[in-house]
T-cell receptor
Framework: DQQVKQNSPSLSVQEGRISILNCDYT??????FLWYKKYPAEGPTFLIS?????DKNEDGRFTVFLNKSAKHLSLHIVPSQPGDSAVYFC???????????FGTGTSLTVIP | GAVVSQHPSWVICKSGTSVKIECRSL??????MFWYRQFPKQSLMLMAT?????????EQGVEKDKFLINHASLTLSTLTVTSAHPEDSSFYIC???????????FGPGTRLTVT
């Protein structure tokens, strides 16, 4: 059973515009949510995270929003740059601290 | 900070041989390490979770006798693919997590090709 879902396998955005990547989860006991960025043939890179007690976390061009009632989080990238083109994974941490559940990824393409 | 390395980055081996992949946390102590496998155009598949000094916990469907995991120290975990077959060809990625932080840090991955 997929506890973390990314329903959009791909997204294309014009350079300079906003990219919005979405993620849904089913388990209300997750305590942290994370976004990772992955280039082909490389390991994922940690991007940004948010605690379940917050609804927004911002780091430069990246902002993550958490809507606990909807069990939904999103990653906003503004402005989008061609170097942002990669696969983005959202992940949720279980309360034991050692279980992480990953979504299937969204491939973002930023068009120059 | 929080750098994780993997060695080798790419390995080609013959069917029936064993291959060892190393995962090291370079600047922090990794109490927990994770091993993932990624097939082309698919998501990360968690294979096993290992805590330093104890046996690894394998995910359902992962053969523990085929994928041997050792986490002997706080900075090193190894994955040995025993009696490798072409279907084991994949991209293997490790990640590490310390006690002080909640996020995992991933290694660059190892491409295994079994001929």
């Amino acid at each position: 059973d997929q506890q973390v879902k990314q329903n959009s396998p791909s997204l294309s955005v014009q350079e300079g515009r906003i990219s919005i990547l979405n993620c849904d989860y089913t388990n209300s006991m997750f305590d942290y949510f994370l976004w990772y960025k992955k280039y082909p043939a490389e390991g994922p890179t940690f991007l940004i995270s948010i605690s379940s007690i917050k609804d927004k976390n911002e780091d430069g061009r990246f902002t993550v929003f958490l809507n606990k009632s909807a069990k939904h989080l999103s990653l906003h990238i503004v402005p989008s740059q061609p170097g942002d083109s990669a696969v983005y994974f959202c992940a949720a941490r279980g309360v034991t601290g050692n279980q992480f559940y990953f979504g299937t990824g969204t491939s973002l393409t930023v068009i120059p | 900070g929080a750098v994780v390395s993997q060695h080798p980055s790419w390995v080609i081996c013959k069917s029936g041989t064993s291959v060892k992949i190393e995962c090291r946390s370079l600047d922090f102590q990794a109490t927990t390490m994770f091993w993932y496998r990624q097939f082309p155009k698919q998501s990360l598949m968690l294979m096993a979770t290992s805590n330093e000094g104890s046996k690894a916990t394998y995910e359902q469907g992962v053969e523990k006798d085929k994928f041997l995991i050792n986490h002997a120290s706080l900075t090193l975990s190894t994955l040995t693919v025993t009696s490798a077959h072409p279907e084991d060809s994949s991209f293997y990625i490790c990640s590490a997590k310390g006690t002080a932080r909640y996020e995992q840090y991933f290694g660059p991955g190892t491409r295994l090709t079994v001929t």
